[in-house]
């Protein structure tokens, strides 16, 4: 029996890891200018450092593994 919350909380984890996996730089860019929000710095003109951009693909790289996992265990019969 399929376990639809499971199932979508996998997919959620796998799409979202890809995606970060696919594009770090703008992942990491964009958290960078939420960051910045609050400062007196441009938003513009933020911009993330390599180690920040290795971190986002280690952490999607890692959310990717877990969502396959999830979607495993969610369709995996009982």
Known sequence: ???????LTGLCFL???????????????FTERVDALGSKRD???VE???????LTRL???FSTLCGV???G???APV
């Open 1 to 7: 029996m399929i376990r639809a919350s499971w199932l």
């Open 59 to 61: 952490v999607s790289l």
């Open 48 to 54: 993330p450092t390599d180690l920040n951009v290795r």
């Open 69 to 71: 996992a999830i979607v």
């Open 73 to 75: 265990l969610a369709v």
């Open 15 to 29: 799409l979202l890891g890809l995606y970060g996996s696919a594009r770090p730089d703008e992942l990491a860019r």
């Open 43 to 45: 938003i513009g003109s």
